[in-house]
């Protein structure tokens, strides 16, 4: 069975841009998670969506948002891009709402 | 809140010795308990993980974990490394059923001495 897939891998974005980065879940799983991982802050949560809805967020400004389609497979979006947001997004799969996730191996973002 | 401590940054091993990575959580019940494994420029590989019954248990590439209620710990074992463990290692907590989302410690870098 396939595992988590994130396009692109690599992404560079000027200051003020936005970005969309995708992520399909394994065959099955219907909840997608996202984390945002830093040198400095570490692995954050960013958000969760199950059926097309978003069931839980994290501590992110409203410029971080995201959406699932009826196929599972998610999108996150970052606009107004910031230098700060430069990180590695990552995403995660689960098969319903349990805490069981299983990575992609995530989008590397550079914002000059 | 939940919140997860990695003491150790960085751990420095021999090749054949054996290891262990410390974890501690603060959380008002038994969460649920896992180890990641990341290798430079990859994602998080699922190692191990707790929900409830035997404290012991075992993961992947000959790891195994501790779960000790009293000391709110979770800590990661391996008898003996290999030069491919080198890697960071995350000690994670999903509270509330992962209600949350997952909460990560720091990580702690693994380096294999040969």
Known sequence: KAGVTQTPR???KTRGQQVTLSCSPISGHRSVSW??????QGLQFLFEYFSE???????????????????SRSEMNVST??????????????????????FGPGTRLTVT | AQSV?????????SEGASLELRCNYSYGATPYLFWYVQSPGQGLQLLLKYFSGDTLV???????????????SFNLRKPSVHWSDAAEYFCVVAAGGGADGLTFGKGTHLIIQP
């Open chain 1, 10 to 12: 690599y992404l560079i």
């Open chain 1, 35 to 40: 984390y945002q991982q830093t040198p400095g």
């Open chain 1, 53 to 71: 809805t978003q069931r839980n967020k994290g501590n992110f400004p409203g410029r971080f948002s995201g959406r699932q389609f009826s196929n």
């Open chain 1, 81 to 102: 891009l910031e230098l700060g947001d430069s990180a590695l997004y990552l995403c995660a799969s689960s098969i319903n709402t349990g805490p069981e996730q299983y």
């Open chain 2, 5 to 13: 401590t990695q003491p150790d940054i960085h751990i420095t091993v």
């Open chain 2, 58 to 72: 075992q993961g992947i590439k000959g790891f195994e974990a501790e779960f000790k209620r009293s000391q709110s």
